[in-house]
T-cell receptor, first 116, second 109 residues
């Protein structure tokens, strides 16, 4: 089973350029998330989606946008990249439909982005 | 503000036992998670605690005290493959996960 896939694996991007990070899951999970992970800091939530057609802002949403047109895909777009967006980006998903369940998040392999 | 504290790094010997502590101050509490993350890889789920007490899963156990805002992850019979970072995360009143910076565990032969 694929679980969650992310593309690309890594990317070097010139400042000011736009880029879309792709995330696809095949577990039919309702909820999806985008995090960034920086050295010495915990994972920080950028945007999330509790179900297809809805999105919400996390802790660090500025400079990023998302869409959730269907259950499987949750792309993250950087409209005009800046060097501070250099990070490792993880997509995750969870089944938030089980009442009282842990709603455990499962992560994709990550995209390593460098903005120069 | 919300805060999750874990030691930055710990070292242990193969075959031994190690306890990784996590203290938290969050707006509300709806469960605590432990994840393992090998270098260059994604975090993978280890354990979940929502009630006080100990949850055991093979060589790994996790403990929670909600009144103290405290959890620990206990790893027994350490193996070299256990060298990784261990992430503590708390689900707050908004049902968002707040993450600690992780504890890098180094296992020596």
């Amino acid at each position: 089973t694929a679980g969650i896939t992310q593309a690309p694996t890594s990317q070097i991007l010139a400042a000011g350029r736009s880029m879309t990070l792709r995330c696809t899951q095949d577990m039919r999970h309702n909820a999806m998330y985008w995090y960034r992970q920086d050295l010495g800091l915990g994972l920080r939530l950028i945007h999330y989606s509790n179900t297809a057609g809805t999105t919400g802002k996390g802790e660090v949403p500025d400079g990023y946008s998302v869409s959730r047109a269907n259950t499987d895909d949750f792309p993250l777009t950087l409209a005009s990249a800046v060097p501070s967006q250099t990070s490792v980006y993880f997509c995750a998903s969870s089944d938030n439909t089980l009442a009282g369940g842990p709603d455990t998040q499962y992560f994709g392999p990550g995209t390593r982005l460098t903005v120069l | 503000g919300q805060n999750i504290d874990q030691p930055t790094e710990m070292t242990a010997t193969e075959g031994a036992i190690v306890q990784i502590n996590c203290t938290y101050q969050t707006s509300g509490f709806n469960g605590l998670f432990w994840y393992q993350q090998h270098a260059g890889e994604a975090p993978t789920f280890l354990s979940y605690n929502v009630l006080d007490g100990l949850e055991e899963k093979g060589r790994f156990s996790s403990f929670l005290s909600r009144s103290k805002g405290y959890s620990y992850l206990l790893l027994k019979e350490l193996q070299m493959k256990d060298s990784a970072s261990y992430l503590c995360a708390v689900r707050d009143s908004n049902y968002q996960l707040i993450w600690g910076a992780g504890t890098k565990l180094i296992i020596k032969p």
